[in-house]
């Protein structure tokens, strides 16, 4: 029996070939934490009496949730971060004016690269799938561990192929693949799997597999990964400071399911509260009155998505009732949206702009909801009480939609303010 | 262990056990002042020492943060039982000693209010209230090895 990507780079890693189900120990290329979850690694990491790290090279600490500081409170947990990047040398330690939501910064900075095993005490970090290496979220503890032994502890997963054909059509975008996706097959519909894309993936760019390995987690998944092509090798070829590994799966690799997604069916999508897979296509979704509008995160803050609210905003104003927030996700995406001029139209449309921060996108601060408020949002997760108050909603959609939702001032597909 | 049980349904996330606002700290006390608090606002007061928690499937589904299993074992709950756990949260838990065990059976058979017994060792749950039995998959060895040391900090300790 062949093996599946997944497969192929744990067995690397383990010197062996694996199968699925079993447990083992593997070495990691880089361990991450952030904000919220290396203090609690810290802590641990501390109890275990050993007074240096497995490798300060490895290690990146991202404060990025509540930065810069909202509180007291969370600049006593950054400070922890601080002084332990300090003791230990640290190399990949970012301060706020050089930082970027942890899963953009990464790739973009080259610290993920192909073939590589990248744990991050984040659920998100299932991101960078997106440039073929095994990626996935774990816990504090397992950061703690890792940073002190440079291992973690996997279930070697199965897998779910999803084989792209046709293109994307105009105004679709990753965003709207990964919830059509996680609409057919559910919130735990690639529970402890990895769910592996392969096909005509050159119909999306680095930035649309980005979205849809970051999303993985909402079906549940273990990780999310591409194939390699020229567009990851376009990406990483500059971005890369040491040697990666490009692996393919077996051919004839055993899937648990295998999907064909037909790319041009797919319409832009609206995940209703209060789960992900709550998916409609924007034809279906009635007119629905909203407050607020987020463009940014983890999944859908890069260059390309602030391009394309750059489009649909240029010269347009936001609808009186209602609040843009724009976070492009890096510095350099923040400074490369001043050079484009794109700052300039949100500003003039009525949007306000932040610095990058995951604040609004899992309610931690700038931009929480009252009782009773309704936003539309480019991130993730759409749970009760995820951007405020339990009363609250929160709908999901891409960067296309979400602004011209906000001209709009209820939900609508771009084509409409176009 | 053995408790009452508390019961809720599926795809409960980390967000309603323990939200964001309250992750500006890691203290476990008091996180777990605000455990569940957005799903159910009574939790707090009627968790006692011991309790179970009978969860349906994907429990804890979304962020890693351990914040949730650690304010779950601070307010009390001895052990969980659920349809299926997300499996970020399946870890934490292992990794910080909080014992859990997968069985689909159980949870449809105990009502909240039950009196419940857990033997995680060999993966029994007995129902007292009702009298009676169900059986799930224990875990892995090294797992039980982790769940052994309480936790996978103390297990690493004991490597290094």
């Known amino acids: ?418 | 262990m053995q408790g009452k049980a508390i019961k809720y349904g599926d795809n409960i996330d980390t967000d309603v056990i323990i939200p964001a606002r309250y992750l500006n700290t890691s203290d476990p006390q008091e996180l777990a002042q605000h455990c569940m608090e957005d799903l159910d606002k009574e939790f707090k007061n009627k968790v006692q020492e011991g309790d179970i928690l009978v969860v349906g499937e994907n429990f804890g589904s979304g962020s890693s943060r351990e914040h949730a299993p650690i304010a779950i074992k601070a307010s009390g709950i001895s052990c969980i039982i659920a349809k299926s756990f997300a499996r970020i949260f399946f870890r934490n838990a292992i990794n910080i000693g909080l014992p859990i065990l997968e069985c689909k059976e159980a949870v449809d058979g105990i009502e909240e209010g039950d009196i419940v017994l857990v033997d995680t060792d060999n993966g029994i749950v007995k129902n007292l209230t009702k009298g009676t039995e169900f059986k799930a998959q224990p875990f892995p060895d090294f797992i039980k090895e982790i769940m052994k040391y309480g936790g996978l900090i103390n297990y690493v300790r004991e490597k290094v």
Not at chain 1, 278 to 304: A, L, P, Y
Not at chain 1, 335 to 357: D, Q
Not at chain 1, 398 to 405: D, G, K, R
Request: charge should be negative; include cysteine; proline fraction near 4%.
């Open chain 1, 1 to 418: 029996m062949g093996l599946t990507l997944t497969q192929k780079i744990l067995s690397a890693k383990v010197g062996r070939e694996v199968k699925p189900g079993e447990l083992i120990e593997v070495d990691v290329d880089v361990v991450l934490g952030n904000d919220v979850t290396a203090p609690v690694a810290i802590k641990e990491f501390e109890k275990i009496g050993i007074d240096r790290v497995f490798d300060n090279t490895k290690i990146a600490l991202v404060p990025d949730h509540f930065v810069p500081n909202k509180d007291i409170k969370s600049a006593e947990q950054v400070n922890i971060m601080r002084k332990f990047a300090k003791k230990h040398g640290i190399v990949n330690f970012f301060e706020v004016g050089q930082m970027g939501i942890e899963h953009a910064l990464l790739p973009e900075k080259g610290l993920v690269l192909p073939g590589d095993v990248v744990i991050g005490a984040d659920s998100h970090t299932c991101t960078y799938g997106a440039l073929t290496c095994f990626s996935t979220g774990v816990g504090s503890t397992d950061m703690a561990a890792a940073m002190a032994t440079g291992k973690a502890w996997f279930k070697v997963p199965e897998a779910i192929k999803f084989v792209l054909k046709g293109n994307l059509q105009k105004w679709v975008s990753g965003k709207d693949v990964i919830l059509y996706i996680i609409g057919k097959i559910g919130v735990d519909g690639a529970l402890y799997k990895s769910m592996e894309f392969t096909g005509n993936i050159k119909a999306l760019s680095i930035d649309d597999r980005f979205t849809i390995a970051n999303m993985a987690i909402e079906a549940g998944a273990k990780n999310g990964i591409f194939d390699f092509d020229e567009i990851t090798d376009a990406y990483v070829k500059g971005r890369a400071k040491r040697e990666y590994k490009v692996f393919e799966r077996d051919e004839d690799a055993e899937y648990s399911e295998v999907y064909e997604i037909n790319l041009d069916e797919i319409r832009p999508q609206v995940a209703f509260p209060h789960l992900p897979e709550n998916t409609r296509n924007i034809d279906e979704v009635g007119k629905v009155k909203i407050d607020q509008v987020v463009i940014g995160s983890c999944t859908n803050g890069r260059i390309s998505d602030m391009e394309i609210a750059y489009r649909i905003l240029k010269g347009k104003k936001v609808h009186p009732d209602v609040r843009l927030l724009i976070f492009p996700a890096t510095q350099e995406i923040y400074l490369e949206c001043v050079k484009r001029g794109y700052i300039e139209e949100f500003i003039k449309a009525g949007a306000a702009v932040s610095t990058p921060t995951c604040g609004p996108c899992l309610g931690g601060h700038m931009g929480i909801l009252a009782k009773g408020e309704r936003a539309l949002a480019t991130t993730n997760r759409n749970f009760v009480g995820r951007m405020g108050h339990p009363e609250s909603e929160v709908y999901l959609s891409s960067p296309a939609v979400a602004a011209a939702s906000a001209i709009a001032g209820y939900i609508v597909s771009p084509e409409e303010v176009e």
